[in-house]
């Protein structure tokens, strides 16, 4: 039985006046007959091109192709609020779709959304892969860099491209960063009429004329000496690029344990460095932003540098001085304090822009800056905490310990 379609019995104003269906390549073909419906009785279908080409036989009211730029889509749909709308969409119109973008326009009780398989799904049905067990990318308009803290051997990834370009780029990816050796599998056009499936190993990518839509499954291998980051904060300082000025991997370890990252949280490195505590905040979960806040000019294209290299380009790098360039920034749920940035009247300004509950860790190597953090804990309370670290190394012909410079941390939470 099909679904009831929304606009039937509908009080005027329409309440569902939105209707969104994912439609795959084998057209309307692949529709039941509740989306069929949808399509045929709204008086305005958007759509890309390909998706009101493939829908054409059904429409009966005004086609009309999204806006360039897409930004500008989501207020011609609700200008329309009331009216019979359909938009077009690619697969499920709510995985990394249109859907989620009009979601934040268009409450859910004013649309019917009939989604179809998404690009994921084929993909994993044409691999045998159970999708619960695979990573799913997509670097469809974003850097493929975003790919690579995925990156581990055995892993099974499905990445969904932006172009007939992309899978030769990642197989480049791939092979600069140690994974040579894994098995690409491109899979084109799928569910539709020229649907194609072909493999390669990355290293050896030779695959050619390739539609631009397509998905990449990757199974990873890994050649000795890949670029692979754990899951565990504090990644190896020699995965970074930096000129000395980091945070040491152990004190970097602790120091994110005490940011202690949280679902959609916002972070402000002040005085970034290398740009190691923002990064690995983003590693964290993909829900989470930072911003890096590095006065140094070399330093800052290096944070930024890093950031991709490590995955998260998404990392936003300011090259300016705090505390002035704090002033416009978005309120935080953590700020980080490294001993380059605990400048005249910075700690005041982060301590008034925290938020409610937000965190603040600031780390100081010298006594001037630990003389600072022990009057912050007098004064506020929090956790004040002395980090000594020994390191094995060579004395004359034996071996002995060599102590790093020790780090005095303050941690605070705003209530």
């Not at 581990?152 to 990642?170: F, N, R, V, W």
């Not at 504090?234 to 991997?249: N, P």
């Not at 380009?313 to 001085?321: I, N, S, T, W």
């Amino acid at each position: 039985m099909s679904a009831p379609s929304p606009f039937a019995a509908a009080p005027a104003p329409l309440q569902r006046w939105l209707s969104i269906v994912g439609i795959g390549e084998d057209g309307i073909d692949g529709l039941g007959r509740g989306a069929q419906d949808l399509i045929q009785s709204a008086e305005i279908v958007f759509g890309g091109v390909r998706h009101l080409a493939l829908a054409a036989p059904l429409i009966r009211g005004e086609a009309k192709p999204w806006p360039s730029p897409f930004s500008l889509a989501p207020a011609e749909v609700v200008a329309l609020r009331g009216r019979r709308v359909c938009v077009l969409a690619s697969g499920d119109p709510f995985f990394y779709g249109v859907g989620a973008t009009l979601a934040g326009h268009v409450a859910a009780d004013e649309t019917w959304v009939v989604p179809a398989p998404s690009a994921f799904s084929l993909a994993a049905a044409r691999m045998g892969w159970p999708l619960q067990e695979a990573t799913v990318v997509s670097v469809h308009g974003r850097a493929l860099d975003r790919i690579r803290p995925h990156l581990h051997p055995g892993a099974k990834l499905l990445a969904l491209t932006s172009d007939a370009e992309g899978p030769a780029a990642l197989a480049q990816l791939l092979t600069e960063t140690g994974f040579g050796p894994s098995r690409m599998t491109v899979l084109e056009a799928l569910g539709g009429p020229s649907e194609r499936v072909r493999g390669a190993v990355a290293r050896d990518f030779g695959v050619a004329d390739i539609a631009a839509l397509n998905t990449v499954a990757i199974e990873v291998a890994a050649e000795l000496g890949a670029r692979v980051l754990s899951f565990t904060p504090g990644l190896d300082d020699d995965l970074f690029e930096h000129d000395g000025q980091i945070t040491k991997r152990e004190i970097r370890a602790l120091t994110l344990s005490s940011l202690a990252p949280r679902h959609g949280q916002l972070l402000w490195d002040v005085g970034a460095g290398s740009g190691s505590i923002g990064i690995e905040w983003l590693l964290a979960h993909g829900s989470l932003r930072a911003i890096a806040i590095e006065a140094d000019e070399a330093r800052a294209a290096r944070a930024a540098r890093n950031a991709a290299a490590f995955g998260v380009p998404h990392l936003d790098v300011r090259q300016a001085r705090a505390p002035e360039a704090l002033a416009d920034l978005p309120a935080p749920d953590a700020i980080f304090v490294g001993g380059g940035g605990s400048g005249d009247g910075v700690l005041d300004t982060c301590l008034e822009a925290l938020k409610p509950s937000g965190r603040l860790v600031a780390n100081a190597v010298t006594l001037e800056t630990e003389s600072e953090l022990i009057a912050r804990h007098a004064a506020r309370g929090g956790t004040l905490t002395r980090l000594a670290l020994a390191r094995a190394d060579a004395v004359g012909g034996k071996t002995g310990w060599r102590s790093a410079m020790p780090v005095t941390q303050w941690s605070w939470e705003k209530t």
